[in-house]
Every structure is written in C-alpha cells, then in structure tokens.
C-alpha cells in the first residue's frame, strides 16, 4: 500500500508539471561561501524550478530553505540538511566565527526551521543534522527518482 502510494504521488506529481518546468536536484552538497549561494537560490527561485534534496545539502547549501518557496521543495528519504554558525578565514588562516553572518544566516531559514535550530542550541560551530521524520514533518516527501540536474558542490566551508 505504502508502495502504491508513492507511486501515486509521483504520477500526480510529474502530471502537475509542464514540459518546460525543470527540477534541480541537490545531493552532496557540502556548501561554500554564502553570497555564491544566495545568488544561485535567488536564481533558482525565480526560474519557478522545483528542488528535490536527495542528500547531504550542509552549510550554505541549507539557504535554499529560505529561498526557494517551501512548496516548490521536497525531500528525498536520503535528505539530510547541516547547518552550523558562518565563518571567515582569520589573519592566520584559520576560521574564525562571524556573528553577523551566522546571524543572517539564521534569519534566512523559515521559522520552523529556526524553532529547530533554536531547540538544538542555535548555529554554533559543531554541525547538526536535519533528517529523518523531522525534516519530513517539515518537508513534503518526494517519492520519485527524477532526472534532474544537481548544482556543483564546492568544497569550500560557509561564510
């Protein structure tokens, strides 16, 4: 039945997409400096693009979540969201934190989101995780295995 059901959706869902709407699929993203992610989203935003998360998006990656409208994004069972405060290179060469980034950061994400975050003792420098029944208490599931393109990772940590 649960199989039968997955299908389902993913018929109605294919169905309620015209030719021309394309999905993006992120998956092994483990994010990179803010400002090229916030650009990339706000492009991905307008193009009317659905996004199916079907992994790690960590870091900057998650400013998708505040960016592209809550229902044009679905998550994968394999979806799983990392966040953790921004930070800049130091005169050393070594990260430092950014309060004001962080803060920014922290105030892109929807307000469910940020509950979570909050309820796990905020952005700080140890990454947490989004995955499971959580983030699909938060995210709609997305049952199909879609062609999509999936943006590059970069190796970079956010900042």
Request: with cysteine; aromatic share 6%; hydrophobic share 40%.
């Amino acid at each position: 039945m649960k199989l039968l059901t997955g299908l389902l959706a993913a018929v109605l869902l294919l169905a309620g997409m015209g030719a021309s709407q394309a999905v993006v699929r992120i998956a092994d993203d483990r994010g990179g400096k803010i400002g090229v992610y916030v650009d990339r989203y706000q492009d991905l935003r307008t193009s009317g693009e659905t996004v199916i998360i079907d992994g790690l998006c960590a870091s900057a990656c998650t400013i998708v979540l505040g960016k592209v409208p809550h229902d044009r994004i679905c998550v994968t069972s394999h979806a799983t969201l990392g966040f953790h405060a921004a930070w800049d290179y130091g005169d050393n060469g070594r990260p430092v934190p950014n309060p004001e980034a962080t803060h920014m950061l922290y105030l892109m994400y929807p307000p469910a989101v940020r509950k979570w975050i909050t309820d796990r003792g905020g952005l700080t420098r140890h990454m947490i995780f989004l995955r499971g029944k959580q983030l699909q208490a938060l995210y709609k599931p997305c049952y199909l295995n879609a062609q999509a393109s999936a943006p590059k990772a970069t190796a970079e940590p956010a900042r």
